[in-house]
Nanobody, 123 residues
């Protein structure tokens, strides 16, 4: 079992930056790929970025490429999402997730989720 908790959300002006963190409990943190998803009001939860268990592979949604950077520190059981050049359309609740059996971008493939952190970008 893995428990996740996000932090770092907030209100920022368009063009600004935020750094989200996800802290995990459990000894198996380094065994799993991890990902960030987000959900805007009235929309389905969508993939943002993922990172492999060892941190040697990453991938991003098109909307995040060139602006967001995902990283992890297995020694500290943490994952981060550095978000730069934020836009109003990035406004959403951001969730970290883990536990997928494969290299997946699908919400249904991740059994463990944090409670989410709100990111609001004002235009």
């Amino acid at each position: 079992q893995v428990q996740l908790g996000e932090s770092g959300g907030g209100l920022v002006q368009a063009g600004g930056s935020l750094r989200l963190s996800c802290t995990a409990s459990g000894r198996t943190f380094s065994s799993y790929h991890m990902a960030w998803f987000r959900q805007a009001p009235g929309k389905e939860r969508e993939f943002v970025a993922r990172i492999s268990s060892r941190g040697d592979a990453t991938s991003y949604a098109d909307s995040a490429k060139g602006r967001f950077t995902i990283s992890r520190d297995n020694a500290k059981n943490t994952m981060t999402l550095q978000m730069n050049s934020l836009k109003a359309e990035d406004t959403a609740v951001y969730y970290c997730a883990t536990g997928s059996k494969g290299w997946s971008t699908s919400v249904s493939e991740y059994p463990y989720w944090g409670q989410g952190t709100q990111v609001t970008v004002s235009s």
